[in-house]
């Protein structure tokens, strides 16, 4: 640890999200100077990530500013940047805001980056089958679902418009299934009467994995049930189909009956993860080891091999094969503000990370949920009003739970969904920035069908 006596404990932390915010509030009062730097403003609430790409929420309800959170905490100070490097021998911490570099120095570091959305080696699917990870991706989704009615609406061609009216999502964890239980919900609950020529309840919502079922991970009962909901909503399962293809106009789909297309506008990408490079640094420096996913296999307590004043905390570390979810994020944010001040106090650290399992959820629709807790395997309404009401805990600030109350109302109640504002920014900006002579124009089209003879 560096020399207490110099001054404040100083503690980087990188990350705004579940782990390094967390980390950051147990550390409030205390006598330490902690600078929090993320690349982003806000801090996220992922899970509903979903809603916002669907209409539901505003992005603002489920992403706060940062520094609004921290206002009242004066120990910690905000820095919007890049980490590009880590370096455990200087203890420093390199940011970059366009272009401008600050190098923060730390005598205890917390770094909890998260993971990135893999493509299992195809990174190219990205471009027709974006992921959901950020605001920016539920916020282009959001563009391409709505776009892709509009898109049918004006199509002259029959098999255009049936292509304009497939959503292909690709991945049946819990991102997966709700993402399909929500266009369902739109296309057969929202949108319907506002179109001339097109029914939007006629949208073809398929679901695809190469796992034999939907949500595995919360055991074959809750499966079982969440597939026969989502088949009753319209959404057509493909398991044990593994993905081969993607490109701007379908996916091509492979199992044991052979190969085959989808033709579909709008793909969802919710299948796998891959660790932040910042794990591979780290592991790098300290011989720590990799996971088969790139995430940091950390000491008991959290601590990188050799650094115990560095904490590898939520989804880029792995340890007791804990799942990446907010409460392990959470819980080791807090473990490794609790190390740091024992630390301070002069106290003994290196206490090993016990995490208190408080279950799984997943709302597969309005008033449906899945819930395993403990020993308790729940399906359906009271399910999804404990997943309500958990939701709505960790929804950071009065206003936003206070909105979100309010929306989800909205939306209970009638078929309304208030967030459908969507504009050609959020769905090219980001292929613009990457491929600059984008333009609206590379919406695909198919050729109109052939005259009758
Ligand atoms: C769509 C979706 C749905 C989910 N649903 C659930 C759910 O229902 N229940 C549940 O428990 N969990 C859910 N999760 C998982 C949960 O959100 C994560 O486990 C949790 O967010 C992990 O927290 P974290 O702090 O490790 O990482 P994140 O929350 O991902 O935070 C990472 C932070 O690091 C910053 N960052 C990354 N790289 C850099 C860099 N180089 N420089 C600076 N900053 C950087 C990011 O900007 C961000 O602030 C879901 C996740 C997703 C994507």
Redesign the pocket.
Known sequence: MGDISSGPHRVVV???????LFATKALKGAPVDVTV????NHH?F??L??QVATGILSEGEIAPATREVLRSQANARVLL???TTVDLAAKTVT?VLRGRETVSSYDSLVV????GQSYFGNDHYAEHAPG??TIDDALELRGRIFGAFELAEASPNPAETEMFLTFVIVGAG??GVEMAGQISELARRTLPGGYRSIDPSQARIVLVDFAPAVLGAFGEKLSRKAGERLRSMGVELQLGAKVVGVDATGVEVEDDAGRRRIPSLCKIWAAGVTG?P?GQQLAAQSGARLDNVDRVLVEPDLTLPGHPEVFV????SAIHDLP??????IQGGRHAADQILRTIAGRPAGQPFAYHDKG???AVSRLYALARIGPLNLAGRFAWLVWLGVHLVYIIGFKNRFTTVFDWTVNLLSRARSERTTTSQQVLARRALQHPEASVDSIPTLPPPSDPL
């Open positions: 990188v990350g705004s999200g579940f782990g390094g730097i993320a690349r982003t996220l992922q899970p990530l979903y940047g890049d980490v940011s909890a980056a998260g993971v959901m990870k819990p991102t932040s910042l905390v939520g989804d880029m990446g979810i907010a409460q392990v994020a799984s959820m997943a």
